[in-house]
């Protein structure tokens, strides 16, 4: 008795092999409904700015801000700033530099007669008396020249311009309040050197 013929083994093989399978049917497209739908997609546009029209009036804080005083100042002081406050007092200095000097002499700029640099200065017993000198800068003068005083060390004591103290004590001497030394030094002596020395600091001074 023969067995199988290889043709016929060949083909069984081929048919095991292309067989279905039970997910078959699960498998199978026709299992899905498949429909085509439109996809809409939302673009989102951007705000537009609200633009009030042109006869629209503007709108206006319902209260004023209230500003309020720093602590150590009271509530009804006016604050200044600092930088104003150094402007005005430079500006006002300024003005005082300017305008104290020749008022303190009615406006004159020249003594009544010449005097010297070197010329001392003492004050007399009448200008000791505080009564007796009026102005502020003669009294100064006077306080300084309790000792003999040259022109010039009276000027760079009192940060005043040279015609300035000429006139200024050529009126205390008119009124008797001080007395005026002319120089009648020898130039060689120690006496004359020291007193030279003093008026050269008092011109450096000024």
């Not at 673009?43 to 209230?66: G, I, L, M, N, Q």
């Not at 015609?163 to 200024?168: A, D, I, R, Y």
Request: charged letters at 25%; glycine letters at 8%.
């Amino acid at each position: 008795m023969r067995g199988p013929s290889k043709g016929t083994g060949r083909a069984d093989a081929w048919d095991r092999l292309h067989q279905g399978t039970d997910r078959e049917g699960l498998d199978s497209p026709a299992r899905f409904k498949l429909t085509k739908k439109p996809v809409v997609l939302q673009v989102r546009t951007p705000a537009r700015p609200v633009v009030p029209p042109p006869d629209a009036e503007p709108a206006w804080p319902s209260s004023a801000p209230v500003e309020t005083a720093p602590r150590g100042v009271p509530a009804g002081a006016r604050a200044v700033p600092p930088a104003q406050s150094r402007g005005r007092a430079a500006s006002s200095v300024r003005t005082r530099m300017i305008m104290r000097p020749y008022a303190r002499t009615g406006g004159r700029t020249r003594p009544d007669y010449e005097l010297a640099l070197e010329a001392l200065v003492s004050v007399t017993e009448r200008g000791r008396a505080p009564r007796a000198v009026a102005g502020v800068q003669h009294r100064r003068i006077c306080g300084l020249c309790a000792e003999p005083r040259s022109i010039a060390e009276i000027a760079a004591y009192l940060s005043l311009p040279l015609n300035v103290v000429k006139v200024l004590v050529s009126d205390l001497d008119s009124a008797g309040l001080v007395l005026i030394h002319q120089s009648g030094l020898s130039f060689g002596d120690r006496s004359s050197r020291e007193f030279m020395d003093r008026v050269l600091q008092g011109l450096r001074r000024l």
